[in-house]
């Protein structure tokens, strides 16, 4: 292992481990009323800030260290099938936006019945070509994390509506769309930068930490990928990524 590698697995367990005990607590105290006590409406909402920051606070861990390993060329490659990965970033990303949507999806083994409550939600997802049937030969976390930044920004940005769509026969294509205000096409060039904050109003008004579509950008291109976007003001807003798999780079 070098000396780089060495210091992110460091640095993510050293932080990983508090973060890990704070949400395990704040979700123990919201769920075990009956040991615990009950809590008032004030101390129930202060609990689950504390535990949606802190699994905020983790998915922003994992993107340090799986952008700092892409840029390093360290993927961990293996098959796995799309239709498992796409319901399983869904997850994690409702589990920060809507938990009770999360709830519904996380037991569900029927992956038809998961689109069916994601449709209620204004979430409609498409898998066609090789790979709805054929496993996809890559880095999954990697894979899932730039899903999942994708479609955290579109659910924050949308009006009603995240289209997710699936295709590829040699290539993975990954399209995900929202009907939300759209980004300028002079603010586009600065999107990608590090900490950037758009101007748009809207925007600035859905905006995180900034990190997401420079991260998104990092993995895509140091996986061998392309990254595109068509967008326009009060035109929604289309992210194209794609990925060779890797034994045919």
């Known amino acids: 292992m070098g000396t780089k590698e060495y210091l ?6 050293d932080l990983a481990g508090p973060l890990s005990v704070a949400a395990t607590t704040a979700r ?3 769920s075990r009323m009956e040991a615990y006590g009950p809590l008032t409406e004030q101390q129930k909402q202060c609990l689950e800030r504390i535990e949606r920051n802190t699994k905020k606070a983790q ?4 993107e340090i260290l799986d952008v700092g390993r892409s840029e390093e060329h360290l993927f961990q490659a293996n098959e796995f099938f ?3 990965l796409v319901k399983d970033a869904l997850l994690n ?18 992956p038809e019945a998961a689109w069916n409550i994601l449709r209620e939600q204004g979430v409609f997802v498409r898998i066609t070509g090789k790979y709805s ?13 730039i899903l999942e930044n994708l479609m955290s920004n579109a659910l924050k940005y949308r009006k009603t509506k995240l289209d997710v769509s699936i295709s590829g026969e040699t290539d993975l294509v990954i399209l995900v769309s929202d009907d939300g205000c759209g980004i300028p096409k002079n603010e586009q060039e600065i999107m990608y930068k590090r900490f950037m904050q758009l101007k748009h109003e809207e925007l600035r008004q859905a905006q995180g930490f900034g990190l997401g579509l420079f991260c998104v950008k990092a993995l895509v291109e140091s996986m061998g990928g392309e990254i595109a976007v068509m967008s326009g003001e009060d035109c929604g807003t289309t992210f194209t990524v794609r990925i060779s798999p890797l034994h045919a780079r």
Not at 59 to 62: N, S, T
Not at 93 to 104: F, G, W
Not at 133 to 145: A, E, I, M
């Open 82 to 84: 799309v239709q498992a």
């Open 59 to 62: 998915v922003i861990l994992k």
């Open 28 to 30: 123990g105290l919201l």
């Open 93 to 110: 990303v409702m589990e920060i936006l809507d938990a009770s949507v999360a709830e519904r999806l996380e037991n569900l083994q029927d």
């Open 8 to 13: 992110y697995d460091l640095f993510v367990h």
């Open 133 to 145: 049937v054929s496993p996809f030969f890559h880095d999954r976390r990697k894979v899932q994390l």
